[in-house]
DNA sequence: TTTCTTGCAAAGAGTTTGCAGCTTC
DNA sequence: GAAGCTGCAAACTCTTTGCAAGAAA
């Protein structure tokens, strides 16, 4: 069974980089936590907590490096600092996002949803979609579940 | 007639906000640069061609104080600096971006087209949108058109 | 007059880069 | 052994802030 790190590895060397300690505890951090929308700094200090020789310097080649290889995706929700974001394997999209205003809370949505617009727009102004950044500011539902009771 | 000029000075004095020259000369760059997507510096460069006194910091605390009225829209492209977009007066929705990957140009998306997607997500995510950012990258029409040829 | 606003310069935050030394293939 | 990679520190870019002087209501 080849695991998802390994597929990444090959990603690596068949592009001819070379697989380092640093560059596969800073994969396995995003791996571990795919969930979280983790800034430069936040992969940095997990990452250091496993390979504490790591330098800051080295997380941000390899986020720039993994960003190239589409392997992440560099995200931004205008709070000033970028967040790297795992793509989902095999998905076509790039998922979208619900950022809450209230707590801050970032959910992930996979499904598509943009199918239809995707067309109007193509059609309609000429436009070669190639991706698209979709996110939702709002009110999450467990902070809309909390302000009912 | 009332101008819009008039209408975003009203909203600053209703706000007890004082409308000092160098506010005026920068909602006017705005005002006059409202297909552009222009970033502090740029504003302050086509300020300084007209009020040359004026301060990168007070275009800075001009832009931070339109955003919170609502006035224009702080973006982010992903390039590393903030840009600020005029609000469509009587839009309800943000506008979306077509951004081109080939020529770098930016075009508006006036229409609203998510009002199917976010009611979705809205019931499904009991999510509570208040606000929304959409941006496709791809190839433009017009380098599309040159490609053509 | 009183409060708000400005310009300047300095500070801050996030990110990138130069370089000598070290690792990987 | 050559090419690529790393850590460190310094540099850079964009943005914010402190402060004394100035302007608006």
């Known amino acids: 069974m080849e695991s998802?790190?390994?597929?990444?590895?090959?990603?690596?060397?068949?592009?001819?980089?070379?697989?380092?300690?640093?560059?596969?505890?800073?994969?396995?951090?995003?791996?571990?936590?795919?969930?979280?929308h983790l800034s430069a700094e936040d992969v940095y200090l997990l990452v250091k907590e496993k390979s504490p020789e790591i330098g800051?310097?080295?997380?941000?080649?390899?986020?720039?490096l993994?960003?190239?290889l589409k392997v992440v995706d560099k995200i931004n929700?205008?709070?000033g600092v970028s967040r790297y974001d795992l793509r989902t394997e095999g998905a076509e999209h790039f998922h979208h996002h619900l950022?809450?205003?209230?707590?801050?809370?970032?959910?992930?949505?996979?499904?598509?949803?943009?199918?239809?617009?995707?067309?109007?727009?193509?059609?309609?102004?000429?436009f070669k979609i190639k991706?698209?950044?979709l996110t939702?500011?709002?009110i999450c539902h467990r902070c809309h579940e909390k302000a009912e009771s």
Do not use: M
Request: aromatic fraction near 6%; include cysteine.
């Open 77 to 79: 929700f205008g709070d």
């Open 99 to 126: 950022v809450c205003l209230e707590c801050g809370a970032v959910d992930e949505i996979q499904e598509d949803l943009l199918g239809d617009v995707e067309k109007i727009v193509e059609e309609r102004w000429n």
């Open 66 to 68: 993994l960003t190239e």
């Open 4 to 36: 998802r790190l390994d597929r990444i590895k090959k990603q690596l060397h068949s592009q001819s980089y070379k697989l380092t300690p640093q560059r596969e505890a800073t994969v396995r951090v995003l791996l571990e936590h795919e969930e979280d």
């Open 56 to 64: 800051l310097a080295t997380v941000y080649r390899t986020l720039e």
């Open 131 to 133: 991706d698209h950044r």
């Open 136 to 138: 939702f500011h709002g």
